[in-house]
């Protein structure tokens, strides 16, 4: 089966999880219908910030954006640079459509789909951020595989970075969290955690605004949230 196989997300090829929720209301619909075409990330070939926003500015990449509020929060704040959110939840990427058009976001492109699909074609060294925030845990030892905080994706994210750019991972999941740092700590010789206390994993950092879901694991399931920041050496 599937899931004995060994590998992680750059090998096992296959997206888990749900692709869609409740139905979409017939606004969200017409912005995945219109709104979408004009602004997803190309099938094929390159994805730079040339061929998406016609210029050279700074690119980040978003994986798995959930509803979208960092995405847009973080567009909003740094209007001259590109933006690239990956989500293969359609109600989602719904979700971030009424974000980009309320928003008047020119910056923001979406991949609707596996998120390394479109990272493998950002060329080595051309990220400024990339965002992993409270990817899907996968708790069973026997799903490890399928976190995105794998040594496949890691050395993929190390690649797609430009020296001085930065990774920032959030989890409420002590398990993944554990396993997270067990994988940054065999990529020491590429990535340096931005850290010089407890303060820095226990607080969020300037500029990271929470999310929906942040929000309800804290005053729902009463989880802690951490914060992490590596920079590519």
Known sequence: MTANKPGDPTTLNRLYGRS??????????????TLLPQIAVPEEGEVTSARLFGDDRP??????FGGGEHLAYRADLLPDHGFIGAEP???GVAQALVHVRDGGLANVRIQHGDALQALARVPDGALTMLYLLHPDPWPKARHAKRRMMNDGPVRMMADKLKPGGELRFGTDHAVYLRHA????RRFTDV???VVDGRAN?????SGWPETRYEHKARTVYNH???YFRFRRR
């Open 201 to 205: 994993w226990e607080n969020r950092p």
């Open 224 to 226: 802690e949230v951490w």
């Open 20 to 33: 869609q929720g409740k139905p979409l209301r017939a606004g969200q619909q017409a912005l995945v219908d």
């Open 191 to 193: 990535f340096e955690w």
């Open 89 to 91: 939840f359609v109600n």
């Open 59 to 64: 690119l980040h990449f978003e994986i798995g």
């Open 181 to 184: 740092l067990m994988v940054m």
